[in-house]
């Protein structure tokens, strides 16, 4: 069966500072993969999606950045963190049933202070 | 991008009420999802419909994909308290894909 994880669950990053959070899936081979951001309370924000190694397209122009260096690994960076920064990061993958039916993973809470 | 508009934003109900809530959008659509995120968690897939019409059902939760394509309902029977969570919609169509403003339903024992 397929298995995405995320780390580190929690992060709590000083103004200024970079960032890199992974996301891997297990399980399946060639997936979509995808980065949202979640603020509190609100809706999901698509960020970055990606259809193959070293794919990338970004939805909202931003201080942040993603690489696929895998298949199924997808990192999302950013070289100097901003306040508006913080939220809730996940990391979904799709498969072979079409784009639409996507699997999360369980998050990282960022806090940037 | 485009958002689907969901409504109502909250709901607060009694166990064991039934609910409804529902999804539009100015476009069509030829897919509709309805995903469930549970509070610190992600979002969990929880009916998919594909055709203009359809009505599916997974458990106590039914979904129907409208017949015009620019909207769809999902209705939870019998609520429970693990029923908490925020709902999200979610359309797709040819390259494009778009989730819901989100529902958060509280219910009360």
């Known amino acids: 069966s397929q298995t995405i994880h995320q780390w580190p669950a929690t992060l709590v990053q000083p103004v200024g500072s970079p960032l890199s959070l992974e996301c891997t899936v297990e399980?399946?081979?060639?997936?979509?993969l995808y980065w949202y951001r979640q603020a509190a309370g609100r809706g999901l924000q698509l960020l970055f999606y990606s259809v193959g190694i070293g794919q990338i397209s970004s939805e909202v122009p931003q201080n942040l950045s993603a690489s696929r260096p895998q298949d199924r690994q997808f990192i999302l960076s950013s070289k100097k963190l901003l306040l508006s920064d913080s939220g809730f990061y996940l990391c979904?993958?799709?498969?072979?049933?079409?784009?639409?039916?996507?699997?999360f993973g369980p998050g990282t809470r960022l806090t940037v202070l | 991008g485009q958002q689907l508009n969901q409504s109502p934003q909250s709901m607060f109900i009694q166990e064991g009420e039934d609910v409804s809530m529902n999804c539009t959008s100015s476009?069509?659509?030829?897919?509709w999802l309805w995903y469930k995120q549970d509070p610190g968690e992600g979002p969990v897939l929880l009916i998919a419909l594909y055709k203009a019409g359809e009505l599916t059902s997974n458990g106590r939760l039914t979904a129907q994909f409208g017949i015009t394509r620019k909207d769809s309902f999902l209705n939870i029977s019998a609520s429970i308290p693990s029923d908490v969570g925020i709902y999200f919609c979610a359309g797709q169509f040819g390259n494009q894909f778009y989730f819901g403003t989100g529902t958060s339903l509280t219910v009360i024992p």
């Open positions: 476009s069509i659509f030829n897919t």
């Open positions: 399980g399946t081979s060639n997936p979509n």
């Open positions: 979904a993958w799709a498969g072979t049933r079409g784009f639409a039916e996507q699997f």
